[in-house]
């Protein structure tokens, strides 16, 4: 089946820093890719949809320049999270749609000190 | 507005009993899609079933099956012969019109005991 590869897995990081995650679909071309965010406890809310060659559209209430997305490749995602701070920490996860079904990386946990 | 409702935070079942995870809906779409996800503590989102909203026939997919009641907006998740490794969150999920993200609804934290 598809296949996302989300990395890393978790990292932590110092505030103010920068912290880039990659989604790369494995056996497939991914053109739309979404990034979610998840406290603990919570549900997955949507950041933002990522298209190959554009701008990605971000969902209201996402700093845009705070989360910076690229989406250069039909197999490559990134987001950046830049100027990273405690309240930022949280789990970062990303899909794909593949045909009719949606395939999810393994999701990144980010904790910013 | 559209969106998805779970009401159960948390559910408990025996090992081997049958557990149904609710899940509403509201869209003016007619077409969207409904999907069940499980995601145990390593975070991982694992698919589980899918019904499509012109589907005629509720969707199974071994031990889970959606009892979809479309007049109701309605699309429960059945869990059969329930077993320890179930514990986990279900999050019920969406997509309708146009739009391509899967939207969730809060969750239901389930745990199976012996």
């Known amino acids: 089946g598809a296949v996302v590869s989300q990395h890393p897995s978790w990292v932590i990081c110092k505030s103010g820093t920068s912290v880039k995650i990659e989604c790369r679909s494995l056996?497939?071309?991914?053109?739309?890719m979404f990034w979610y965010r998840q406290f603990p406890k919570q549900s997955l809310m949507l950041m933002a949809t990522?298209?190959?060659?554009?701008?990605?559209?971000?969902e209201q209430g996402v700093e845009k320049d705070k989360f910076l997305i690229n989406h250069a490749s039909l197999t490559l995602s990134t987001l950046t999270v830049t100027s990273a701070h405690p309240e930022d920490s949280s789990f970062y996860i990303c899909?794909?749609?593949?045909?009719?079904?949606?395939?999810f990386g393994s999701g990144t946990r980010l904790t910013v000190v | 507005a559209q969106k998805i409702t779970q009401t159960q935070p948390g559910m408990f079942v025996q090992e081997k009993e049958a557990v149904t995870l609710d899940c509403t809906y509201d869209t003016s779409d007619p077409s969207y899609g409904l999907f069940w996800y499980k995601q145990p503590s390593s975070g991982e989102m694992i698919f589980l079933i899918y019904q499509g909203s012109y589907d005629q026939q509720n969707a199974t997919e071994g031990r889970y099956s959606l009892n979809f009641q479309k007049a109701r907006k309605s699309a429960n998740l059945v869990i059969s012969a329930s077993q320890l490794g179930d514990s986990a969150m279900y999050f019920c999920a969406m997509t309708w019109g146009s739009g391509y993200a899967l939207n969730f609804g809060k969750g239901t934290s389930l745990l199976v005991t012996p």
């Open positions: 990522s298209n190959e060659g554009s701008k990605a559209t971000y």
């Open positions: 056996d497939f071309q991914a053109t739309t």
């Open positions: 899909s794909a749609r593949e045909n009719y079904g949606y395939t």
